[in-house]
């Protein structure tokens, strides 16, 4: 399984300085691939008469493509992964130029997690629909990949519109693998059909190998390769070592590709710490 880290997006704070040492120490470490999270907006939870979710607007969160531009020149093999950008808030033209300049200048080091995410106030913040995310994001995913692999693109969808036009440059991957989030039965019949990838949002025990046993159903229905669909699973260094290593041999029982770990609300007081712990954590797993 190829190891990343997860970008400690809420605690890391604003500096520079720490931002460009942690990516240099994920990648001196030997991790290959660094994944970020995203929301454009947080809610401000006080006005809000029930709010039951993860973020607010007290919760730091770096924008993608900024961070990856940034991380493309101190970096040299460190893979860029979202894991996941919120794509239907976002229109779709501009994330294919995005990404494809992040792939450009990172060399081809981009993976694209989406998701249709879960917070209305950034959709209604951007202009987008919440209500049709999911159906909007796969007719995003077919223009998206026309706009990487052709100079021009002519293309008139249900919700997009492109005459004979293109971006410059194309991305180095052609196309961009494009992974999902989430773990809907939509989620998981639009990864058998459309996903190169899959961040699954459950524990590697039976059910869950259950889960991406459908998965790969739905994709051999689709005349696709289930084998070809990656799988990143994801560990918390809060739970400790010997759960780490219980859930990585669970991961690799259901085929995982990927593996992050997470280091927030671990009670890290600083970004040094944060290192420490990925180091830690990569000397337990590869030792």
């Not at 809610?43 to 709010?51: H, N, T, V």
């Not at 639009?190 to 699954?200: Q, S, V, Y």
């Amino acid at each position: 399984m190829q190891l990343g880290v997860v970008f400690p997006q809420t605690e890391i704070g604003s500096d520079p300085g720490a931002v460009r040492d942690y990516a240099q120490a994920a990648e001196a470490l030997g991790y290959e691939h660094l994944l970020v999270f995203d929301h454009v907006l947080g809610a401000d939870a006080s006005k809000r008469e029930e709010w039951n979710r993860p973020y607010s607007h007290v919760d730091t969160f770096h924008e993608p493509f900024v961070l990856f531009g940034y991380l493309a020149g101190i970096t040299e093999r460190l893979q860029m992964t979202t894991g996941i950008l919120i794509l239907p808030q976002r229109q779709a033209a501009l994330v294919a130029k995005q990404a494809a300049a992040v792939d450009v200048l990172t060399g081809g080091r981009l993976r694209l997690g989406i998701g249709v995410g879960w917070n209305d106030v950034e959709y209604e913040a951007l202009g987008e629909s919440f209500r049709n995310r999911g159906r909007r994001c796969e007719e995003q995913i077919e223009l998206m990949r026309a706009l990487w692999t052709q100079d021009i693109v002519n293309f008139e969808g249900r919700y997009h519109k492109v005459t004979h036009a293109g971006i410059n440059p194309l991305p180095v991957q052609q196309p961009i693998p494009v992974w999902f989030g989430g773990g809907a039965d939509q989620v998981v019949d639009r990864i058998g059909r459309l996903g190169d990838g899959w961040f699954p949002q459950f524990q590697p025990d039976s059910a869950g190998q259950e889960r991406i046993g459908q998965m790969r159903e739905l994709a051999a229905k689709a005349g696709r390769d289930p084998a070809s669909i990656g799988i990143e699973g994801r560990l918390n260094y809060a739970d400790g070592a010997e759960a780490w290593n219980r859930a990585t041999e669970a991961w690799a029982e259901c085929g995982a590709t990927h593996l992050s770990i997470n280091t927030m609300r671990a009670g890290l007081p600083n970004p040094d710490a944060h290192i420490k712990a990925i180091e830690e954590f990569k000397q337990a797993v590869s030792g």
